[in-house]
């Protein structure tokens, strides 16, 4: 995304990324994982974004309290961020 958006690289597309760990692993080999991603989570991850930045531009800042500490929870909070996304009149990052 930060790509995509940067006036420096205007033009270019991002479809696939690699994470490659700089101390090799137990057999001395360079581990390299390669991410691959959708169009769909992008967007997802974007909304996610700007939910959180009009938070913090708010001094809003909500509690994952009542949320379990489990994938369910932590993607209903991730839910309760992003709804902030579609708020009127905040600026977007």
Same mark, same amino acid.
């Given at each position: 995304? &930060? ?7 205007? %033009? ?6 690699? #994470?490659? +760990?700089?101390? *090799? =692993? ?15 989570? &992008? ?7 700007? %939910? ?6 708010? #001094?809003? +800042?909500?509690? *994952? =309290? ?28």
């Amino acid at each position: 995304m &930060l790509i995509e958006r940067s006036s420096s690289f205007r %033009g270019y597309s991002v479809n696939k990324a690699l #994470l490659e +760990f700089v101390e *090799p =692993d137990e057999h001395g080999q360079i581990v390299q994982l390669e991410l691959q991603y959708e169009q769909a989570e &992008l967007e997802q991850m974007q909304q996610l974004i700007t %939910g959180i930045w009009r938070h913090i531009q708010g #001094l809003d +800042f909500p509690s *994952p =309290d009542a949320y379990a500490p489990t994938i369910v929870g932590i993607r209903q909070f991730e839910r309760q961020l992003s709804a902030a996304a579609k708020s009127v009149g905040a600026k977007r990052p």
